[in-house]
């Protein structure tokens, strides 16, 4: 199973998640959790036992008190077998460019086209 973390400060990107995952999270393939912040994925990665080599991290950048960037470095660090994808509303791929060096696997832009992402995250962890 995959384990996916999403992060993101409005709490109705939630919905959408549960949505569009639906279908792999009833038959086992994702096992999704959500959470509004930075800490709270640092805290959710910290507290649960995951595969983190089968762990993906997908957070929007721009978020209050720890931005995705920040996410990033920190769960490079700490927990470097996991994957990162970054998120976000505006071309942020100048910002991308400078954190090569992370572990970031992708940039998605909004509005998040989420036939693609699955793709994407299938190809990341073949046979899941």
């Given amino acids: 199973m995959i384990n996916l973390i999403a992060v993101d400060d409005e709490s109705d990107v939630k919905?959408?998640?549960?949505?569009?995952?639906?279908?792999?999270?009833?038959?086992?393939?994702?096992?999704?959790?959500?959470?509004?912040?930075?800490?709270?994925?640092?805290?959710?990665?910290?507290?649960?036992?995951?595969?983190?080599?089968k762990t993906l991290v997908l957070t929007d950048i721009n978020m209050p008190n720890m931005s995705g960037v920040q996410l990033a470095e920190k769960i490079n660090?700490?927990?470097?077998?996991?994957?990162?994808?970054?998120?976000?509303?505006?071309?942020?791929?100048?910002?991308?460019?400078?954190?090569?060096?992370?572990?970031?696997?992708?940039?998605?832009?909004?509005?998040v086209n989420f036939a693609e992402l699955k793709e994407k995250i299938f190809q990341l962890f073949p046979g899941s």
């Fill in 77 to 111: 660090e700490s927990y470097p077998l996991v994957k990162v994808f970054l998120i976000s509303a505006y071309d942020a791929r100048s910002q991308i460019d400078n954190v090569k060096h992370l572990n970031i696997a992708e940039y998605v832009p909004k509005p």
């Fill in 15 to 53: 919905i959408l998640f549960d949505h569009f995952f639906r279908n792999e999270i009833e038959n086992g393939q994702i096992g999704l959790n959500f959470v509004q912040s930075g800490e709270d994925c640092l805290g959710l990665l910290k507290g649960e036992d995951y595969d983190y080599a």
